[in-house]
């Protein structure tokens, strides 16, 4: 015989004792069942056997609706009305509409003209207040207990939200022939062990207990427990990346000056980047001393090109604006300062950290973003290093089709773009070149450096799959539970 559940084999017993249909009432109490659902899938499953059959009837029956239940507990309102009535023979409109609710009056009293009272110079009359009473109290009394076929039917079906009609589908389980031929030993209920404890392995039951089996197709409830943010774990794996690559990293301050934002780097003082509108600059500290020797050192690359065999920009280099105050606008900033500090230490070295651009928000822009930027100084660093670092950083995030294309830096000789492969698409992810004498002279580094700066937003927006960057900080709890593990 098929195997049968326990709650198939309690149900099936119960059956053979009485052949006709049962109601779900009766099964639940045979059973000792308090869950309807339990009844309803043993009787399924039965059936599926062809132990029983299931019939379906459906009965139309009233219902009170919110207005009635309201009324079946609190009176009817023109019982309400005709009480209140009764008890104040001189009371006015006005008393009544002081008395209930603004919106119970007027309709509470139609209801009584609709039985025979009157109003007459604002007070009421009736010519047979019993036959009111008694109206009432048929009304009150079909409240109480509503059936389609009580003459009172169709009028409370005309009153809104009083009574509501509803089809009540009912079943019936009736045992089969070969369900009365099931053996009664057959129906035992057996101890199925669901859960493998270290008590039952020590003693000798396991050996002839039944264990039930697993439903893989069962739905089952999701886990969930805290975990990283997308974009928390995307910054490890970045991290743990050029930690593999012998890369170590360097944390910095994000308030900074414009000197080491954009001087050092012999960025010009009049490029338009470092303009009100491009860039955050601080009212507090307006200004940040620096040492006077980097300044003149900056102001000789800047105006003519100090030592090196630059010309330089040309001009007047302003000190004022290099003591500048400002939210860093790139990590290039930190990495310039460990080299200034480092100059002559062959170092592989990387930041990621945030920076601040005024940017108007939009679905690829954000005024606060992040950039993965690195360096590596040591003899002999050349481009071909730089190309092949970022390939590798790239094909271990799971892009291995990188190029790179000319661009312009004014800190980086020869300088280039780096574009990673994407659905199809080549998409620019970041900057980087060897810096230029004019950086690194001034600061007394020697070697060559190459270096990078690439947005860690929009390798998110890959990696997740994303075309609007604010996704990334909405906090939208179900996409963050969501999103895959990194
Ligand atoms: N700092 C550049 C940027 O913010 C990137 C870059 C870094 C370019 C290092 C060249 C070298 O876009």
Not at 161 to 178: D, G, H
Not at 297 to 303: G, L, P
Not at 311 to 332: C, M, N, P, V, Y
Not at 377 to 383: D, F, I, K, V, W
Request: glycine letters at 8%.
């Amino acid at each position: 015989m098929a195997e049968l559940t326990n709650p198939e084999r309690r149900m099936l017993r119960a059956l053979q004792n009485r052949h006709d249909g049962w109601s779900l009432e009766e099964i639940l109490s045979a059973c000792n069942w308090d869950d309807q659902a339990i009844a309803v899938s043993a009787g399924h499953g039965l059936s599926n056997h062809g132990f029983l059959t299931i019939a379906e009837s459906s009965t139309t029956e009233v219902i009170l609706g919110v207005e009635g239940q309201k009324a079946s507990e609190g009176g009817l309102l023109e019982a309400r009305l005709w009480d209140y009535i009764q008890a104040n023979p001189s009371a006015t409109m006005g008393d009544l509409s002081s008395t209930f609710e603004r919106h119970e009056a007027g309709p509470g009293i139609g209801l009584l003209k609709g039985l025979g009272v009157s109003i007459q110079g604002g007070s009421f009359g009736c010519d047979d207040s019993d036959s009111v009473s008694n109206a009432i109290e048929q009304r009150t009394a079909f409240i109480q207990s509503p059936t389609i076929e009580h003459e009172l039917f169709e009028h409370f079906k005309g009153r809104k939200n009083l009574i509501e009609v509803v089809e009540m589908v009912k079943l019936t389980w009736k045992i089969s022939a070969s369900g009365i031929k099931v053996p009664k030993e057959e129906l035992e209920e057996v101890v199925q062990i669901a859960e493998i404890t270290p008590e039952l392995l020590q003693g000798d039951d396991w050996k002839n207990a039944q264990f039930r089996p697993y439903d893989v197709s069962l739905e089952a409830a999701v886990p969930r427990s805290g975990r990283s943010h997308p974009m928390q774990a995307l910054i490890e794996r970045i991290r743990s990346i050029f930690l593999e690559m012998g890369f170590s990293e360097l944390v910095d301050d994000y308030v900074q000056t414009a000197g080491w934002n954009m001087d050092a780097l012999f960025i010009p003082q009049d490029h338009p980047a470092r303009e009100m509108q491009d860039t955050f600059y601080l009212e507090n500290p307006k200004q940040i001393q620096l040492d006077p020797k980097l300044l003149t050192n900056w102001k000789a690359i800047h105006e003519h090109g100090g030592d090196t065999e630059s010309t330089g920009w040309g001009g007047q280099f302003s000190e004022d604006i290099s003591k500048r105050g400002l939210l860093r606008t790139h990590t290039t900033v930190n990495t310039i300062q460990y080299l200034a500090k480092n100059p002559t230490n062959p170092c592989r070295v990387f930041a990621i950290d945030r920076v601040f651009r005024k940017e108007s928000i939009d679905r690829t822009h954000l005024p606060e973003f992040h950039q993965i930027e690195g360096i590596i100084m040591e003899p002999g660093a050349n481009l071909g290093m730089l190309v092949s670092t970022l390939k590798t950083f790239y094909a271990k995030m799971g892009y291995p089709e990188v190029r790179v294309r000319p661009a312009y830096f004014p800190y980086t000789e020869p300088s280039l773009e780096i574009e990673v492969k994407w659905r199809g698409k080549w998409l620019e992810l970041g900057g980087a070149g060897i810096f230029r004498p004019e950086v690194t002279e001034p600061l007394g580094i020697k070697d060559p450096v190459c270096a990078w700066g690439m947005g860690l937003e929009r390798l998110a927006m890959l990696v997740l799959g994303l075309d609007d960057i604010r996704q990334l900080y909405i906090s939208d709890l179900e996409w963050l539970r969501n999103q895959p593990i990194l």
